[in-house]
């Protein structure tokens, strides 16, 4: 059970180039999520996919895009790099509870570092 | 919306000792989870331990516990017996209860302060 996997965990880009960040789960978890995590702030949401099918934006998507894939993967898309870009970027998951409410934690990835220069 | 509010950018403490981190947050929901989560140099993010505001007990887990006040929206950490271990980043994040039908505004979705650095002296 690898828990929450992202690769990779190092990227250099310069700015213009496209990329694509990979996210997926073997805890038959529902909801998923991307955040950013910048120098003395917390982490901000990019998107989430609340279930599979479906995906929405969160505090801070512009520049970005999702797919979800199936229900283990979610992936965050950036098609033009900039240097406004360069964060390290965690993946997130978590289940639904009874009736559809949102009760439990949400485990993380070990993260992605991008470097855009 | 939402906001959490962490005043402590920095704390250190020695080691076998006690320390305390604060957290407030705002809001206008009645129901929701509070989270505190722990980030070391490897950068991975640790659930330390959550608290349900419908729940009046305080959370508590080994040397962890919490200080829940509800009314005045704070939520502290205590760390009791500090390690050298537990010298990270601690974030403390909030989490609307929202049930039902997968919907929009059905997120899950967490808010995080903007994190306090402790630094365990030997």
């Known amino acids: 059970n690898a828990g929450v996997t992202q690769t990779p965990k190092f990227q250099v880009l310069k700015t213009g180039q496209s990329m694509t960040l990979q996210c997926a789960q073997d805890?038959?978890?529902?909801?998923m999520y991307w955040y950013r995590q910048d120098p003395g702030m917390g982490l901000r949401l990019i998107y989430y996919s609340a279930s599979e099918g479906t995906t929405d934006k969160g505090e801070v998507p512009n520049g970005y895009n999702v797919s979800r894939l199936n229900k283990r993967e979610f992936s965050l898309r950036l098609e033009s790099a900039a240097p406004s870009q360069t964060s390290v970027y965690f993946c997130?998951?978590?289940?639904?509870?009874?009736?559809?409410?949102?009760?439990?934690?949400?485990?993380f990835g070990p993260g992605t570092r991008l470097t855009v220069l | 919306a939402q906001t959490v509010t962490q005043s402590q950018p920095e704390m250190s403490v020695q080691e076998a000792e006690t320390v305390t981190l604060s957290c407030t947050y705002d809001t206008s929901e009645n129901n929701y989870y509070l989270f505190w989560y722990k980030q070391p140099p490897s950068r991975q993010m640790i659930l330390v331990i959550r608290q349900e505001a419908y729940k009046q007990q305080n959370a508590t887990e080994n040397r962890f516990s919490v200080n829940f006040q509800k009314a005045a929206k704070s939520f502290s950490l205590k760390i009791s017996d500090s390690q050298l271990g537990d010298t990270a980043m601690y974030f403390c994040a909030f989490m609307k209860h929202v049930g039902g039908p997968v919907r929009s505004s059905n997120t899950g979705k967490l808010i995080f302060g903007q994190g306090t650095t402790l630094q365990v002296k030997p």
């Open positions: 805890m038959n978890h529902n909801s």
């Open positions: 997130a998951s978590t289940r639904r509870g009874v009736r559809g409410a949102f009760t439990d934690t949400q485990y």
